[in-house]
């Protein structure tokens, strides 16, 4: 009996030992885990790739059939946010569309800088300072995004990389061809985002 007393005397400090030990391992697969997150972050994470049709409907007096085309928009993570409210972020756009004036085809091309304003993921507006045809110019775009549309619909938790955003989207140039008068188009605008 008293042998049995004194390996219980030894087991009473023996197992304090052991589940301090497997507390710390429990602690270090944390701390493993934790690490192995921050390196799954893609280094393009934060940007947008977004690619843009405008069926035209109103155009200025350069244009005979008002021009068809896509625009390609580059956003960055950069910019400014407030709590989800108010989100401002740069970006660049390039695009190609083809017109024509009294049968003579011409494609002004679009390159730009900018930058997207967001309001509560669902009100946007997007600026482009842009090379537009032969002249300097403006590109315009500003609707609203589904990102809030599926967000009330509580489809949210599908977390899909996809957002389309529809409005009206608009070019001026202040030469649309070399030695021709400033001119605009317009339109529907329909655009569908990737996010990396």
Excluded at 25 to 54: H, K, N, Y
Aim: proline letters at 4%.
């Amino acid at each position: 009996m008293k042998s049995n007393y004194k390996n219980l005397k030894y087991l009473v400090f023996i197992l304090p030992l052991f589940f301090i030990s497997l507390n710390a391992q429990d602690e270090a697969v944390e701390e493993v885990e934790a690490v192995e997150e921050v390196e799954a972050v893609s280094p393009l994470a934060g940007f947008s790739i977004g690619l843009a049709s405008t069926p035209g409907l109103v155009s200025g007096e350069t244009f005979t059939d008002i021009p068809v085309g896509f625009s390609v928009v580059l956003t960055t993570p950069y910019g400014i946010s407030l709590e989800n409210a108010f989100d401002f972020t740069f970006s660049v756009v390039f695009g190609q569309y083809s017109g024509n004036f009294e049968g003579a085809d011409f494609s002004p091309s679009i390159l730009g800088v900018g930058g997207n304003l967001t309001i509560k993921d669902f009100i946007f507006a997007e600026g482009h300072l842009s090379n537009i045809g032969a002249g300097l110019g403006m590109r315009g775009f500003a609707g609203v995004s589904s990102g809030f549309i599926m967000e009330k619909l509580k489809k949210s938790d599908l977390n899909l990389p996809f957002n389309l955003l529809v409005g009206g989207e608009g070019f001026i140039s202040s030469e649309m061809v070399e030695g021709s008068n400033p001119s605009f188009w317009g339109g529907l605008g329909v655009r569908l985002d990737y996010n990396f």
